[in-house]
């Protein structure tokens, strides 16, 4: 049976996010205010099912299947919310789950980098596949398990304040949001961020980290 780590509903992707999550997909690329639906579930090979189930269910268009041995990250999106939203329910049906089997998640751990440093910025944007950050800009980073809900915290971030999606890691094990800008505009998002992950619930589920 299916371990169902992430299952979130995005109902109108940010012009940033979805700029930043057509960097990294491999499928079919969403446009800004298109509906989201993010899945992770465990064993990984699974998410292949899960993905012939949510295509043959709806019109959706699948922008990233991630097969790994532990985890299977599924997002698909489309300008409708409904269908998004009854692709989900066949998934959820198809694995025989509800929405509240899902792990609810966790912020694992949340910073704010006031006035980064020209040396440090320039290590970020090495790395980064979204926005550039500027030096003298804030840099907020947090991470959450499981990883899917890295790009909810980020989406809801954006809907609050103007600042910069610098990258958003969404699979694997922990998922990390880095977003930069004003200090002021710093403040809100990362209070939105948190607020984003509290609002979703879900089982407990004991922690794969090790410190």
Known sequence: MADLRSFV???????????????VAKGFLPVAHEASLIVEISPGIEINRVTDIAVKATDVRPGMQ?????????????????DVRQAGSAILAALELTEEDRIQPRVLSSQVIKHV???????????????????QESLFIMEVEPAGYAAFAANEAEKAADINV??????????????????????????????????????????????
């Open 117 to 135: 440093d020209d040396q440090q910025v320039q290590l970020i944007n090495r790395s980064r596949q979204g926005m550039m950050l500027i030096a």
């Open 166 to 211: 610098i990258d958003v890691r969404m699979t694997g094990a922990f998922g990390r949001v880095y977003l930069g800008g004003e200090q002021r505009d710093i403040d809100v998002a990362s209070v939105a961020a948190q607020k984003a992950i509290e609002s979703l619930k879900g089982r407990e589920a004991k922690s794969s980290r090790k410190d």
């Open 66 to 82: 991630i097969v790994e041995r532990l985890y299977g990250m599924l997002e698909l999106h489309s300008p409708s919310q409904a």
């Open 9 to 23: 509903f995005l109902d109108s992707l940010q012009p940033q996010l979805a700029a930043y999550l057509g960097t």
